[in-house]
């Protein structure tokens, strides 16, 4: 049986072991970051299919499915934008203009702002027309759009559960209104890493319309329970992408890695002492930054972009905080082995005049979409890169004054690149719009649907979580929708 000393000396050498190993860590962080082919090395010979060396490689491995998407670009409609003058057409809504809208569709319903008000029907205020060799009805509002009719797959039967902005944001990106759970592009950075070392693996990047502009809380690109290091990194859409990036006076790269060495040993003898992955966090996070500062100015110089790709965005000037100029980073960013790309454009919130406010935030995304989409097929990169369009919910076929309220029971997107059919319509709703009534898409079912393109099985991608093994899909049933997929 062992003595006290006994117990004492095991516990003293243990100590001593894991304290001059701590101490070592700041000397493999600054070796990594003058030479990372040194740690390249370490991991040669090792299976590659989801990420380069040197990055967060993921837990899924071997993936669980042939990978379709290696990257994902989420372009969200944040506000809401109406389905009935984008890619939903309805003209018997259009003939019911102006009247009553029907009690059989509504009664015991969940109404937003229209709860026990009287219902009045609001026709689209513009036409539809068919596009493309497929014929898919697109509103007129969306001319640039409509080019790439045949290129994209639009879902018409959208449903979710969240009739209030904050939390239908949080549905969307997370699967779940409760706080604290991961957002979509925290879940695939975590499942599949990055292909990237010198920038994030999820980015978002929002701007503003000139109305409409429904604020978007950081929460929605949170990393939730899953370890920070998988959480999205907003860059700013105007000036400096990152703040800070570059080195204070009198600070050159020299001793920017010295201290960053020396930040990472102190962190490594903190992790000798406590077990934390928020301290690994920290020092992936002072590495990653060292990096961004190289990589980031590079990214952000648009000097290499020709004047026809700037205006195929129509660009006016880079870097100004618009959507176009955020598709155009969105795109660049792809290029640079990022994972999960969102940009948000704050202008689809309209209670109230519609046709002004929609007419306008078309105006700010639809060049800029189409253009995306065109680049990215030019560059060879359409075909693993998925690209989604579309809103948190979507909009009543009642009228609210001259605007329309929240719905969740029907709304549409659409879906381009990444292993998508081009040219399809899927699901539909009733004559007036108001629900859907054939192959309904629930959130869960894109998110089930978005990880199959990307590879994974979302029944079999989890974390624990209190006890629970806590998925994006919930436990609820989830269906990938294959009929979407080539």
Same mark, same amino acid.
């Given at each position: 049986?062992?003595?006290?000393?006994?117990?004492?000396?095991?516990?003293?050498?243990r100590r001593a072991f894991l304290r001059n190993s701590a101490y070592g860590i700041g000397?493999?962080?600054?070796?990594?970051?003058?030479?990372?082919?040194?740690?390249?090395?370490?991991?040669?010979?090792?299976?590659?299919?989801?990420?380069?060396?040197?990055?967060?490689?993921?837990?899924?491995?071997?993936?669980?499915?042939?990978?379709?998407a290696r990257r994902v670009i989420h372009l969200c409609m944040a506000g809401g934008p109406s389905q009935f003058e984008s890619l939903d057409y309805k003209p018997r809504l259009r003939d019911l203009h102006g009247k009553p809208f029907p009690e059989s569709f509504t009664k015991g319903q969940q109404l937003a702002q229209l709860q026990n008000k009287e219902l009045i029907a609001r026709g689209p205020f513009c036409e539809f027309r068919p596009h493309g060799e497929s014929g898919q009805m697109i509103s007129d509002l969306?001319?640039?759009?409509?080019?790439?009719?045949?290129?994209?797959?639009?879902?018409r039967s959208l449903s979710t559960e969240q009739i209030n902005h904050d939390p239908a944001h949080a549905f969307m990106n997370s699967g779940s209104i409760q706080k604290g759970r991961p957002s979509m592009g925290s879940w695939l950075l975590y499942g599949l890493g990055a292909e990237t070392e010198d920038l994030p693996g999820f980015v978002v990047m929002t701007s503003v319309g000139a109305t409409g502009a429904q604020p978007v809380s950081a929460r929605q690109w949170s990393a939730g329970?899953?370890?920070?290091?998988?959480? =999205?990194?907003?860059?700013?859409?105007?000036?400096? +992408?990152?703040?800070?990036?570059?080195? *204070?006076?009198?600070v050159d790269r020299d001793a920017q890695q010295a201290s960053i060495a020396e930040v990472n040993r102190l962190n490594g003898i903190l992790a000798a002492d406590r077990l934390d992955p928020e301290i690994q966090t920290r020092v992936a996070q002072y590495e990653m930054a060292f990096r961004m500062q190289a990589s980031v100015p590079d990214l952000t110089d648009f000097a290499d972009e020709p004047r026809s790709v700037l205006d195929e965005y129509g660009v006016q000037t880079p870097g100004d905080g618009s959507f176009a100029s955020n598709c155009l980073m969105a795109r660049r960013l792809a290029e640079r082995g990022v994972r999960m790309i969102q940009l948000y454009?704050?202008?689809?919130?309209?209670? =109230?005049?519609?046709?002004?406010?929609?007419?306008? +935030?078309?105006?700010?995304?639809?060049? *800029?979409?189409?253009?995306?989409?065109?680049?990215?097929?030019?560059?060879?990169?359409?075909?693993?890169?998925?690209v989604i369009w579309g809103g948190e919910f979507g909009r009543t076929p009642m009228g609210q004054g001259t605007g329309r309220d929240h719905h969740i029971l029907a709304f549409s997107a659409w879906l381009a690149g990444g292993g998508i059919k081009g040219g399809v319509t899927y699901g539909e709703t009733d004559e007036l719009g108001y629900r859907a009534v054939h192959d309904e898409v629930h959130v869960r079912d894109l998110h089930a649907t978005i990880l199959a393109l990307c590879g994974i099985d979302h029944a079999r991608l989890s974390f624990k979580y209190q006890g629970l093994d806590v998925r994006l899909t919930g436990v609820d049933p989830a269906r990938v929708v294959r009929e979407l997929i080539a």
């Open positions: 049986m062992p003595t006290d000393f006994d117990a004492w000396r095991t516990n003293l050498q000397s493999l962080a600054l070796a990594g970051l003058l030479d990372p082919s040194i740690h390249r090395a370490a991991r040669a010979g090792e299976d590659d299919a989801v990420a380069s060396p040197g990055a967060w490689r993921g837990v899924v491995r071997p993936v669980h499915f042939p990978v379709k969306f001319p640039h759009i409509a080019t790439i009719a045949d290129k994209i797959a639009i879902v329970f899953l370890p920070s290091k998988f959480q =999205g990194i907003q860059f700013q859409s105007k000036g400096d +992408a990152v703040h800070y990036i570059a080195n *204070p006076p009198g454009h704050r202008a689809w919130d309209h209670h =109230g005049n519609i046709e002004s406010g929609m007419t306008r +935030a078309a105006q700010d995304v639809d060049q *800029p979409c189409a253009a995306l989409v065109k680049d990215l097929e030019r560059r060879g990169m359409l075909d693993d890169t998925l």
